[in-house]
């Protein structure tokens, strides 16, 4: 067993087999569909919920873990003689960063660490990966820490949506706004900076929005290795096909994940939305 348990929120888009082989725990955020009240990733997956998004009235909203379930986390890893690394959604983004402050506040002393990783989905997901290998290997809690603060100085998530109404809806567009009532056709590429979601550019086309992501990850990373990338999307499997396939090409990276967006991300990013995430130099 390792020394460090790792934490986390379900936002992480975190592939199942990386999940399982470090142990981490997944805490669902919620989502609210209708009259139900649904744990994200696990009452509802994302082939699930988009299917049906696309038939029901109902406008999803979401809700932060709770503090009972940071509670319970926290209680299980530290009977098992563990130190504790909680890893979560950028506090811009959801309640489920103060839910965990109020959580440590009953164990005063104890070895728990804490982070807002200003970001979620696979740029968080690969914050919480380098630790978990970390941890593996051996590191003690404050080395994951370190790294993980290191991480999120060297990573970034740049994504296209189909539309912005789903930012709107869900109070999370951020300086997006000034893209509310472009054309239809008109496609917006974001990026998510300090835990905020700003706004970069609009493009004609979803291809061409694909292909902008690439060359944007590529000046910001500027050549810098490893270089790992995060490919993601909301019901738009083809597209991040090929976004996959042209990162692969252009860009070579190192490492390169793919994932779908869960539930309680995809309620606001809306389905048509790609991104790809990065995290250079470590």
Do not use: W
């Amino acid at each position: 067993m390792a020394k460090v348990a790792i934490i986390t929120d379900s936002t992480a888009n975190l592939p199942e087999a990386i999940l399982e082989e470090y142990s981490i725990t997944v805490l669902p955020l919620s989502l609210i569909l209708g009259n139900e009240t649904l744990r994200d990733g696990v009452d509802i997956r994302p082939s699930e919920f988009y299917a049906r998004l696309k038939t029901t009235r109902a406008t999803p909203s979401t809700s932060q873990v709770t503090p009972t379930a940071f509670t319970e986390a926290f209680n299980r890893c530290l009977e098992q003689g563990q130190e504790v690394l909680t890893i979560v959604i950028s506090s811009a983004l959801s309640g489920t960063y103060e839910s965990a402050l109020q959580a440590l506040e009953s164990f005063p002393g104890a070895p728990i660490e804490l982070i807002d990783s200003r970001s979620t989905s696979l740029m968080m997901g690969y914050q919480i990966l380098l630790a978990a290998r970390a941890s593996a290997n051996g590191a003690g809690l404050k080395d994951c820490k370190k790294i993980v603060s290191q991480a999120i100085q060297n990573s970034g998530l740049l994504f296209a949506v189909d539309t912005l109404e789903y930012l709107y809806r869900g109070g999370r567009i951020g300086g997006a706004t000034r893209f509310l009532g472009t054309a239809l056709n008109i496609k917006p590429v974001l990026e998510l900076k300090e835990g905020r979601i700003e706004a970069i550019e609009r493009v004609r086309s979803q291809k061409k929005a694909v292909m902008r992501l690439v060359e944007l990850v590529s000046q910001r990373t500027n050549g810098r290795r490893p270089l790992r990338l995060g490919v993601i999307d909301a019901d738009a499997n083809e597209l991040a096909s090929v976004l996959a396939e042209h990162v692969q090409a252009t860009l070579q990276p190192d490492e390169i994940l793919r994932s779908d967006v869960s539930p309680v991300i995809g309620a606001h990013a809306g389905p048509g939305t790609v991104g790809l995430a990065y995290l250079t130099g470590m």
